[in-house]
């Protein structure tokens, strides 16, 4: 109410001269619809000018941002044509109902089975499916029970706990307004907001839900001229404060009208509405995660040995029977079969999609309790490695509560009189932001006043006679004051700061402070009351200034999380200045970028891409903005986060590798995001990354050690089936993958080191890792089989024993190694981890030792297994700190120098040479600006010492000691600073 728009600078002429404007600017300007206004001096003969109060003085620097009507397509501009009172024959508004549809987005609806068996599909789920249709066709039904339950138990476990319908369509069709008065045949009625048509005309009023895009035709219900529509849109677009809408102005769907009352004619319904494109995004983004693709990746690798080991072997025994004196019969052709199968049992990580769901649903049951809901299980995971935060502005860094900050007084005056005189001239019980906050501010800041109820009318001491509301030809409220102390009748008024300081006689000060203020993008509203009898004279008490504050929290929040290695970029639906303000109280860099430089024709992707790395945050933004950012961060190899509350934050939060949604977000945005905060602000999103990369590092310990096994399985089978003609039984493999991947479920409650920088899965790192400590166990088990068949002459049966044992034990203690990256006593596991991996090999070494499965080799043989198997294990923590340690991309590069990583390596070196170089330069700077203030302390000294007279002149000549001392104890305190 009456609070003017922040100025922009470079859009203003003063006095007839120009600040910061060229012709070519004014001309793009104009062509946008901006009207340029020139602030002339205040003409002599003004009935409000005082000889010697203002004359030549600064005037409040204005912006209009003048926009036509919103020019819609010719076909549809014919259509809004209709008479106001009168509005859509029934005929014609079914005629165009058939013709748009429904005034409402369409819900599309995953199949719940469909859904299910999706979890069928991949790599690692193929692999496993091979092996059930092998075991089948050798009519092995044991091994074909047990993979086959594996199978089901891995989707049931995805289905449960993340399989929920997607909501997102449906939660944004539920925004819309379920009624709406429209005029049909002549007669103002009620339809259902869903058979809305264009063309139709309906009637807002305080309170409504906006049901459609509809133009607004500047009338009443009645047919009489209404004044200006205050609508709520900040779900929509991230504006902080209802805005104004006058006649030709467009009231978009879902937002809610705040103030006045006018018709409108229908222009735009159901997906065709502003709300409707927002959803039209969500439901075009439907991108694989960040973890399926991880895991498609160690599955694709793992397909690709084992199909080309797989069919080697297979040739090689058909070969080997058909050249055989039985021939190739169908018993040597199943017996070929299944030796493939065990080697394809062998391969298969048939655990690794359980233990890391388990893993990441314990990680979502720790983060439950840390107020951080996880709707999206592969979200837990993604999160450890989001290395970009964007964050909407408006109700997530700050309140989305307009509140009193700094005010400008005039000399006299308190605090208190400002407020308490604001408070006298504010309307009771009003809805408006504004009126709110300054009753508010009253209250709770002076003390007869603390304790009252804002919508109650009582002010100790006072009488409001007559009150006069805020009207957009004043911009003023004006109320006349009995006070009962001593019977003094005055007026008091609050409104548009030009306004009040024209009702003051003009002010100088008062007009710098609210520029001043527009620069920094705070809104301002002038505070004034008469000094005479006759309430006729008035004076300026003062200038109350607004912004929507940020969260008590959120500038630590952003700090810490700044020092985890994650960047955060504010994005918002508000002016430029303002972003730049709420930036400064936040303590984050200015470098904020209106969100059209991002949306440029002609400029390059990747340079684009750029501007939103670099920048720190997004102004003036509307959903697909959002969005954008969100994908050109991805473009450049990110993983990204993104925080919202708003039907306009959906789209992005679905976009997003990880959308969080915030404290008291709208249903829509609930049901795009992938994590919901259930306590105000962003402090919970520390905890929630925190515990996401412990959960990162129980992931990524387990796959090594997973994958490690699967390769030593594989290739020592496949070198053992063709060289050796051994092989274990399948029901020993599968006993091993059970009973090691059964106890390894406890890895998701182990502790676990928290990396100070995003994670990343280092695909290359993590499969040669793997590779290396498989080689390692592999010479291992080829050790132990030569030693117990050739050196102690064992029986085939105790052989396949000592390697059951061995390939049981050895493996399943390297993850005592791969938990951590440094030397694993460095980090001690969690007692209940360590009991349940060394009870499952306790049970191994038992079975081993008294033959359950196979034949017996006694205690002598079990015992020394098991300790080879801890000493080796050592041995392989070693090599694998060693790879951590020389590992980087460069090496990989090296390795395998496939086109990309080239290119990518070449852009890294450019990187770094180029940040040595700044870091040279600031370092530089840094020197000169400690030189500057070292001279600038000495010579202050000197002149001192000047000042202070011929009697002090022997301090200087003869105790120049105690000055250097000075000196360089001020020098090192500036080189502290």
Known sequence: MGIEEPIQLDTIKVHNTEVGYDDKK????????????????????????????????????EVHEKKGPEVFEPELEALLTTEVGKGL????????????????????????????????????AWLIEAAVILSGVILDWIDFSIILALLVINAVIGFVEEAKAESALDALRQTLALRSKTFRDGALVE?????????????????????????????????????????????????????????????????????????????????????????????????????????????????????????????????????SAEGLDKTNV????????????????????????VTMAVGAKQLAAKQVIIKRLPAVEEMAGVSVLCSDKTGTLTLNQLTLVEPFLKPGFSNEDLLFNAYLASEVGATDAIEGAVRRGAIDAIPHLVGNDPNSGNIPGHTITHYKPFDPISKLTEATVFRKSDGVTFKVAKGAPQVIIKLG????????????NAKRGLRCLGVARTTNAENTTWEIIGMLAFLDPPRPDSASTIAETQKMGVAVKMITGDQLVIAKEVAHRLGMPKTILAAEKLTEKGIPEDELANRALKADGFAQVIPEDKYRVVELLQNKG?????????????????????????????????????????????????????????????????????????????????????????????????????????????????KAQISQKPDKWRMGQLLTLSTILAVLLMASSFAHFFVARDAFGLSSGQVETVLYLQMSSCPHFVIFSTRVPGYFWQSPPSLLFFLVIAATQVFAMFISIYGVLSDP???????????????????????KVMV??????????KLVPTPARRAKLVLKKEDAARMERYHRNVEKARRVVIMARVVAHWTKLVNEHKASGPSHGSVIAGSSSSNDLITVSHTQSLLSH
């Open 638 to 750: 990110l993983l990204v986060g993104m925080t919202g509350d708003g039907v306009n934050d959906a789209p992005a939060l679905k976009k997003a590798n990880v959308g969080i949604a915030v404290h008291g977000c709208t249903d829509a945005a609930r049901s795009a995001a992938d994590v919901v905060l259930l306590s105000p602000g962003l402090s919970t999103i520390v905890d929630g990354i925190k515990t996401s990369r412990a959960i990162f590092q129980r992931m990524r310990s387990y796959a090594v050690y997973r994958i490690t096994s699967t390769i030593h399985f594989l290739i020592f089978f496949f070198l053992t089936i063709i060289t050796l003609n051994f092989s274990l039984r399948p029901t020993l493999i599968v006993m091993i993958c059970l009973l090691n991947d059964a106890a390894t479920i406890v890895i998701s409650v182990d």
């Open 884 to 893: 951590y340690r020389y590992w980087s991309f460069e090496l990989t590069a």
């Open 26 to 61: 004014e001309q793009e300007q104009k062509q946008k619809g901006v009207e340029i206004t020139e602030v002339i001096p205040r003409p002599p003969g003004d009935s409000h000018h005082k000889e010697g109060d203002g004359a030549g003085e600064p005037q409040i620097m």
């Open 505 to 516: 006689g003009g002010d100088a000060a008062s007009v710098l402070a609210v520029n001043e």
């Open 89 to 124: 024959t029934s005929e014609e508004a079914a005629r165009r109902l058939a013709q748009f549809g429904f005034n409402e987005i369409q819900e599309v609806k995953q199949n719940p089975i469909l859904k299910f068996l999706s979890y069928f599909n991949g790599p690692i």
């Open 334 to 357: 199943l017996k070929a079969i299944s030796l493939v199968l065990v080697l394809c049992i062998a391969s298969i990580p048939v655990g690794l999609p359980t233990v890391l769901s």
């Open 191 to 323: 339809v259902e907001s869903r058979e809305l048509v264009p063309g139709d005309i309906i009637v807002l009023r305080l309170g409504d839900i906006v049901p459609a895009d509809a133009r607004l035709l500047g009338l009443g219900a009645t047919g009489e001229v209404a004044g200006e529509l205050h609508i709520d849109q900040s779900a929509l677009t991230g504006e902080s404060l209802a805005v104004v809408k006058h006649k030709g102005d467009v009231a978009y769907s879902s937002s809610i009208v705040k103030q006045g009352q006018q018709v409108a004619v229908v222009a735009k319904t159901g997906e065709h509405t502003f709300i409707g494109r927002a959803a039209t995004l969500i439901a075009n983004t439907n991108e694989m995660g960040h973890f399926q693709k991880v895991v498609n990746q160690v599955g694709n690798f793992l397909i690709v040995i084992t199909l080309v080991l797989c069919l080697i072997m297979l040739v090689v025994l058909l070969v080997t029977y058909h050249n």
């Open 857 to 879: 080799i006694g205690w002598g043989w079990g015992v020394t297994v098991m300790v080879i198997s801890v000493v080796w294990m050592a041995i392989m923590d070693v090599v």
